[in-house]
């Protein structure tokens, strides 16, 4: 099992910027990707970004360029740094972990994101 917590939501005005923070613990040896999934009220979870034990990355089209994910092994935490804010980018951010087998996915429980116009 997998326990992810996320840290480093709140509210931000428009064209700010915000750092995301989520702590894996447990067994964290079965653990190949990560990265940050959203929901804004009304719509599907749709994905942010993911980046992988080696470092490659994959983002939405909508936060490319805002949006930069990054990986501390050692300490088995997953950033995601938001720049340049919008209106649209108000959600609940959920870490997300996927076991080596691409099998098993594991959820935080959500940090929500305001950003206000």
């Known amino acids: 099992q997998v326990q992810l917590v996320e840290s480093g939501g709140g509210l931000v005005q428009a064209g700010g910027s915000l750092r995301l923070s989520c702590a894996a613990s447990?067994?964290?040896?079965?653990?190949?990707?990560m990265g940050w999934y959203r929901q804004a009220p009304g719509k599907q979870r749709e994905l942010v970004t993911t980046?992988?034990?080696?470092?490659?990355?994959v983002y939405a089209l909508s936060v490319k360029g805002r949006f930069t994910i990054s990986r501390d092994n050692a300490k088995n935490t997953v950033y995601l740094q938001m720049n340049s804010l919008k209106p649209e980018d108000t959600a609940v951010y959920y870490c997300?972990?996927?076991?080596?087998?691409?099998?098993?996915?594991?959820w935080g429980k959500g940090t929500l994101v305001t950003v206000s116009s």
């Open positions: 997300n972990a996927e076991e080596r087998s691409g099998q098993v996915n594991y």
């Open positions: 447990g067994s964290i040896f079965s653990i190949n990707a």
């Open positions: 980046i992988t034990s080696g470092g490659s990355t």
